[in-house]
């Protein structure tokens, strides 16, 4: 289950009044370059590439295209760095709002935190978990859930399935796969029907899908959930925490690591610049913002598709393009942190981990901080819980969230010290994550415009990337791939 999963950046009504802007006093220190840099007056300001975005696949792209020796300059909406990670702040202890977890194959991501001197630590994963479906509740340890013998041996059946799928379905071109059109033309819910005879089993991975996806099983084409499985190297490395996405945390959090590029590339990352117009002509582009307009010879858009939607282009985009943003929506995400006085569930033999389809809530993590005795819960609302609960009263969702919880530890669950939410889905300059999720037909009609350039104008984003999609790791690949096709053509 992933933190994010990405995105594709984390990332409720947020707690901006009690946090300020929702990022400690070293988040700030660490972007004040990108704050202070200059805004263009009069005429377009030259370089050589704009790139629109600085969430990790623009920063990381920017930076490659500087060390090449080439101008640059990130043109980034929010008044922060980061995209779908974000700083926050909990009882004293900077967290993660957005993606925080990294799993052993996820090696860009693990490089650029040795490059930038971040320490990781592993998961809490100590102590008994508790899988609550189809109304069996069991406490048990290890990443197998114990879903009963035949539920669990049907699992791993099903699992086996999609891996097997997966194998034969390129993560970068699912459409080109000889089941293509076949697997593309039903939901993961209609394949699930088929291949699973269970309750239990069918309950598991409606709520798996939902905790690595965001959305709902009748929502996305089973084609975009094998070739996300292809993306990590199966539907295993996605789910588990031992081996798993969920290994590893970030000592400080991952939100840092955008924050320490931007601090790299100073004034060429420029905050509050929402673009809302890309020209190209022969010669090149014009990146038009309320700051004012940039000149360059490409730009690469970073955003995920819905978003790039919005902003103007001329000449107009490709219809393939154009369609392809109409079928792509980010999944539904509010991540919820929760501080504690002590970790007392450590004290009940519990790792912290909760998987229920009982509650709206869940799954849900021990994140409690490495020193200082203080305990902390870090979980979602995700897929059908997120849509029915953004739009509540912030109170609401707190008292549910304690709800919840206290099902599984008790009446101490109910007076956290410190409470902080990010409801993505209702972010203006985000609108959802962890990664856009295509319904049946998209990707098979409309795929191959995802990643393929429209002139001077070039893609990247988590969604383009060859591995770990919706992913910080797959937005680092994006950018990396996007700066070497845009420095090969310079």
């Known amino acids: 289950m992933p933190d994010r999963k990405t995105k594709s950046d984390r990332e409720p009504v947020s707690r901006r009044a009690a946090l300020g802007l929702g990022v400690a006093a070293s988040a700030a220190a660490a972007v004040s370059g990108a704050q202070a840099a200059p805004a263009p007056q009069g005429a377009a300001r030259e370089v050589d590439v704009v790139v629109v975005g600085a969430g990790f696949a623009g920063l990381t792209a920017a930076r490659a295209l500087r060390r090449a020796g080439r101008k640059v300059v990130v043109l980034e909406a929010d008044g922060r760095v ?9 009882a004293g202890e900077v967290v993660d709002l957005g993606g925080q977890w990294v799993g052993p194959g996820q090696t860009r991501l693990l490089a650029l935190a040795e490059e930038l ?4 630590y592993p998961q809490y994963v100590e102590g008994k978990n508790i899988i609550d479906v189809d109304g069996r509740r ?3 340890e290890g990443e197998v859930p114990a879903l009963g013998p035949q539920a669990t041996a049907e699992f791993a059946e099903v ?6 799928l997966a194998a034969q379905v390129p993560a970068l071109a699912p459409w080109t796969a000889p089941m293509a059109a076949e697997l ?3 939901t993961i819910e209609s394949w699930l029907l088929a291949n699973a005879r269970l309750p239990a089993t069918r309950t598991m991975m409606r709520l798996l899908v939902r905790a690595v996806m965001s959305a709902e099983t009748s929502e996305v084409s089973f084609l975009a959930c094998v070739a996300y499985a292809a993306a990590a190297g199966g539907f295993s490395p996605l789910i588990s925490t ?3 996405a969920q290994e590893t945390l970030f000592d400080g959090g991952a939100w840092q690591m955008a924050a320490k590029m931007a601090q790299d590339l100073g004034p060429a990352v420029v905050l509050n610049a929402q673009v809302k117009a890309i020209a190209q002509d022969e010669a090149g582009v014009t990146v038009t913002t309320a700051q ?3 000149r360059g010879r490409y730009v690469i858009v970073t955003a995920p598709p819905a978003m790039a939607a919005r902003i103007d282009y001329t000449p107009a985009l490709p219809a393939q393009r154009d369609g392809l943003s109409q079928r792509m929506p980010l999944g539904c995400v509010i991540k919820v942190h929760l501080a504690y006085a002590r970790p007392f569930w450590r004290e009940q033999g519990l790792s912290g981990l909760v998987i229920s389809d009982r509650t709206e809530f869940g799954p849900w993590f021990d994140h409690s901080p490495l020193k200082g005795g203080g305990g902390s819960l870090v979980g979602f609302f995700d897929g059908g819980p997120a849509q029915r609960w953004a739009d509540r009263p912030a109170a609401e969702r707190r008292a549910k969230v304690l709800k919840d919880v206290a099902l599984y530890f008790g009446e101490a669950a109910l007076s956290p010290v410190d409470y902080a939410e990010e409801v993505w889905t209702r972010a203006p300059l985000q609108r959802g994550g962890y990664v ?3 319904p049946p037909g998209a990707l098979t009609a409309f795929g191959p415009a995802l990643r393929a350039s429209v002139g001077r104008i070039h893609w990247a984003g988590t969604e383009t990337a060859e591995a770990w999609t919706g992913y910080i790791d797959g937005a680092i690949r994006s950018g990396e791939h996007a700066a070497q096709v845009v420095g090969g053509l310079l």
């Open 138 to 140: 069991v406490a048990y």
């Open 184 to 186: 593309d033309s039903q």
């Open 159 to 164: 699992v086996g399935k999609i891996e097997a």
């Open 292 to 294: 004012g307009a940039w």
């Open 242 to 244: 031992r081996g798993g």
């Open 82 to 90: 980061g995209g779908r990670t974000k700083a926050g702040r909990v």
């Open 117 to 120: 001197g971040v320490a990781t």
């Open 436 to 438: 856009s999720v295509p």
